[in-house]
């Protein structure tokens, strides 16, 4: 099973990012799919799931899927610095291989 996220980079505080997590089809129909997010010296935190968000991003970040592309998103909007880490996809809880995320770094 393979969890592939995408999409980071590095963006000024205000910025947006859209980050992009491909699923193979088996665990994306069947389990419930979340973000998570480790900041530097931090614990693996989930930010995002279908029903719920981190009150540090509600109103700032987006969830949503694609079933036809086994592909879950995150869009994240008026980034700030603490907001960077290394982003994760996952079920919920997690099950599989968190995979090398990809790292959103917010910065001027």
């Known amino acids: 099973v393979q969890l592939q996220a995408s999409g980071g980079g590095l963006v000024q505080p205000g910025g947006s990012l859209r980050l992009s997590c491909a699923a193979s089809?088996?665990?994306?129909?069947?389990?419930?799919m979340g973000w998570y997010r480790q900041a530097p010296g931090k614990q693996r935190e989930l930010v995002a799931s279908i029903t719920k968000y981190a009150d540090s991003v509600k109103g700032r970040f987006t969830i949503s899927r694609d079933n036809a592309k086994n592909t879950l998103y995150l869009q994240m909007n008026s980034l700030k610095p603490e907001d960077t880490a290394v982003y994760y996809c996952?079920?919920?809880?997690?099950?599989?291989?968190w995979g090398q995320g990809t790292l959103v770094t917010v910065s001027s």
């Open positions: 996952n079920t919920i809880p997690d099950r599989y291989s």
């Open positions: 089809g088996s665990i994306f129909s069947i389990n419930t």
